[in-house]
């Protein structure tokens, strides 16, 4: 199960790699170089790279009219609380103590601990301002204002976008676990039923622990899933053909996951201090 879930991991960060565009790379790449011309004061060296840069940038625009943000890094972080049901309820006791006595800090810094997720960083270059604030940069050059030019560059680079999408590992543990019970089901009547309820099972405590930790709708995305997994359970209890009987929460949790699978609001590179 362990290296289905790693599979499953490295699928989600390979999608986002996917959409790196080389042009938008090379183009970023080339601005910190403009920075370096300028920097040893080499006016046409500098004007020559931002013309590449704006070249390339017409690229993608041209490939996409419609295109606002372009990928330009990808990086991955996980978090995996490795406590119990009973431990997240005697954490949250803690943490609502100690917000009753106003220690705020103290609180949020256990809350941190209460996530078990795969954090997936997209930097993004914003397309549709880039070539604008490039160009205005030009006649600072020509002027030889190459410290004005600099700071300006500086403003540019931190224009860039960085996007987080969240991957709950507990509901994706819950997922790997159907999608290999459903594989010993799908369309046979004689699955090995030992086998089912340790999937099922495996799969339910990982969807009260992502319950527990507050990812999706508390009270409305895991009642259903819960449901299916009751009468999945009764039917392995019984003399009833395993046939299919994994598809429908198959299907649900699929359905949860692309929930998660999507970018938060995007947020500014956080400015040099």
Do not use: C, H, W
Request: proline residues 4%; without cysteine.
């Amino acid at each position: 199960m362990a290296r289905r879930v790693e599979r499953a991991k490295d699928r989600f960060v390979d999608q986002q790699e996917a959409r790196i565009e080389t042009e938008a790379v090379e183009a970023l790449n080339m601005v910190l170089d403009v920075i370096e011309r300028l920097q040893s004061k080499k006016k046409n060296e500098a004007i020559e790279t931002i013309e590449k840069v704006l070249g390339k940038l017409e690229v993608l625009i041209a490939k996409d009219p419609n295109l606002q943000l372009v990928p330009v890094d990808v990086k991955e972080q996980v978090v995996d609380y490795s406590g119990t049901m009973d431990d997240i309820a005697e954490t949250k006791k803690v943490i609502k103590e100690l917000i009753n006595v106003g220690e705020v800090q103290r609180a949020r810094d256990i809350m941190l601990g209460l996530a078990s997720e795969l954090d997936i960083y997209v930097t993004a270059l914003p397309i549709g301002t880039y070539p604008e604030a490039l160009k205005a940069i030009v006649p600072l050059i020509e002027e030889e204002k190459y410290d004005e030019a600099i700071d300006l560059l500086v403003e540019v680079l931190e224009t860039l976008v960085l996007e987080k999408i969240i991957i709950p590992l507990p509901i994706l543990r819950a997922e790997q676990a159907i999608e290999r019970a459903s594989e010993l089901t799908k369309e046979k009547e004689d699955a090995n039923k030992d086998e089912l309820k340790e999937l099922t099972a495996y799969a339910k405590e990982q969807l009260l622990l992502a319950q527990a930790l507050g990812y999706g709708k508390v009270g409305e995305d895991y009642k259903p899933l819960l449901e299916e997994i009751e009468k999945i359970e009764k039917i392995l209890q019984s003399e009833e053909s395993t046939k299919n009987i994994f598809e429908e929460l198959k299907t649900r949790l699929g359905s949860f996951m692309k929930d998660f699978n999507r970018k938060k609001e995007p947020t500014q590179m956080p400015k040099a201090q």
